[in-house]
């Protein structure tokens, strides 16, 4: 038997996000979304499936929390949807999407839970996104205007921000491979959307740093982690290609101030848009954690004459897979922490999601979800390894507190802790969501 009891203060959490649970897209006037556009299109998103209802958490809110205080949680991960509180990206404020997030805050605030906003979540208003979106350098000023007036209401309660949630995800997939919104195919877009949505980040930890007392603010990642496919040099330099072009490209500005040596060679000319003072307000204001989401790791082999523009090709290994097709790979999250603070040894780092899609039966009033169990067993032994070893990881969010609208893939894959029966929208807490109540009661578990 091997005991991982985690440190007196580890904070446990759930994360979920606005687009992908609250449904209620047409109501108390919030603004069009690039994802409702996206979701709307034909071909874009599985079987159809839209954000429209999902988990209807914007009327069932109350009912919600009370499910996070019966499992326990200290703190649940949420984001705010731009498009309720400016329905056309600046301007015109709406209230009524103000007040959603702050009874959302009460509520959690008289639970007990401590509540992590995430400001932006990848659903970009319409309006904005009309206007060039993440190409766009303006995109850092919209952003610092929501930012304001979201910290200016809620920052008396709320302590905790993220700024972004994976810019390489909402940039890369959105616009230069196109499976997310807005679906741009363009890699000349991808990389100014990447810049832009660094310097925007920026702005927002300047601005929750100077509107709300003792906050603590950062960024959430997702770093990869790569394995060489064998031990030749151009395997192992393909695997480091790939940490430079998915991790270091945001890590090294944010703690360096630049990008990566590497990566800048591989771009050349596509970077004669950058500024001399680009990344001024991003030197001037320091993240105070940083958040890591982390799911699976690639192998990598080199492919030195291909077309593929990094010249090299992940290959599937015969190991278990999620219902996403992602490996099973518990030890890359210790890997991937290790890599982070042996590079850049940022003072705290959160996993700010993890988690597995599993196919879930409904057996009655239960979901037995082993594999789910399994997989949080295993991939927490390896958060634990990484503490022992001295690196600030001070808190665990899964992914997700419900199952809920998985982008490109709609509701076919669930990721909760709790089921979500969507004719009848009944919750019902898997084995996984009771195993992880205990584990918070316990403050770790034990494995034979
Ligand atoms: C992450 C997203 C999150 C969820 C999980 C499965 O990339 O941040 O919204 O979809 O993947």
Known sequence: ????????????????????????????????TVWDVFADTPGKVKNGDSGEVACDHYH?????????????????????????????????????????????LDTLLVNGIRPFA???????????????????????DWFGE?????????????????????????TYLGYASGD???????????????????????????IVHANVADSQVGIVLNPAWSDPHSDTLQDYLASQRLLSFQNRWWLHPLYHGEYPADMMAIYGDKMAFLQADDFDELKANPSDFLGVNFYTRH???????SDEWLK???????????????????????NVLKHIHDEYAPSKIYITENGAAFNDVVTGDSVHDERRVAFYQQYLAHCHRAIADGIPLKGYFAWSLLDNFEW???????????????????????????WYAQTIRDNGFVLP
């Open 1 to 32: 038997m091997t005991q991982y009891i985690f440190p007196q203060d580890f904070l446990w959490g759930a994360a979920t996000a606005s687009y992908q649970i609250e449904g209620a897209v047409f109501e108390d006037g919030r603004g069009t």
């Open 60 to 104: 069932r809110y109350p009912q919600d929390v009370a499910l996070m205080k019966q499992l326990g949680l200290h703190a649940y991960r949420f984001s705010i949807a731009w498009a309720r509180i400016l329905p056309e990206g600046t301007g015109n404020i709406n209230p009524a999407g103000l007040d959603f997030y702050d009874k959302l």
């Open 118 to 140: 995430t400001l932006y979540h990848w659903d970009l208003p319409q309006a904005l996104e009309d206007k060039g979106g993440w190409t766009n350098k303006m995109i850092v």
């Open 146 to 170: 929501y930012v304001h007036i979201v910290t200016k209401r809620l920052g008396d309660r709320l302590k905790d921000w993220m700024t972004l949630n994976e810019p390489w995800v909402f």
């Open 180 to 206: 997310h919104a807005p679906g741009h195919r363009d890699l000349n877009m991808y990389i100014r959307a990447s810049h832009h949505s660094i310097m925007a980040h920026a702005r927002a930890v300047n």
């Open 299 to 305: 192998v990598v082999q080199a492919m030195p004459y």
């Open 312 to 334: 090299f090709i992940t290959v599937r290994q015969n190991r278990e897979h999620t219902e996403m097709d992602w490996e099973v790979s518990p030890e890359a999250i210790y």
């Open 408 to 434: 490109a893939e709609g509701y076919s894959k669930r990721f909760g802790i709790i089921y979500v029966d969507y004719p009848t929208q009944r919750r019902i807490i898997k084995d996984s969501g009771k």
